[in-house]
């Protein structure tokens, strides 16, 4: 069972996102808003994702070395990790506000 989402702790996420605040390995600029925030995150993994399967593509066709194909797949899993734990983040805090009486 997935951790219970602490709603302070969600609004404090939020807001220091909105704020642009720097978290580690993220740029957000001054100004920029929560959903070009995500957009920007997607986009950049959807990126990784693409070098990965390129990579892997230039290794079956012998023109990749070793390392930097194990460098590439091991991003693009990583990438799909941290996406996959964020959607299901997001499906939980979306079920716990529609359990929330009125």
Known sequence: MADPINPLQAAQAYINTARGAEAP????PQGQSFGDFMRNAALRSIETMRAGEAASARAVAGEADLPEVVQAVTAAEITLQTVVSIRDRL???????MRMPI
């Open 25 to 28: 390995g993220m740029d957000a």
């Open 91 to 97: 499906v939980s805090a979306y079920q716990e506000i």
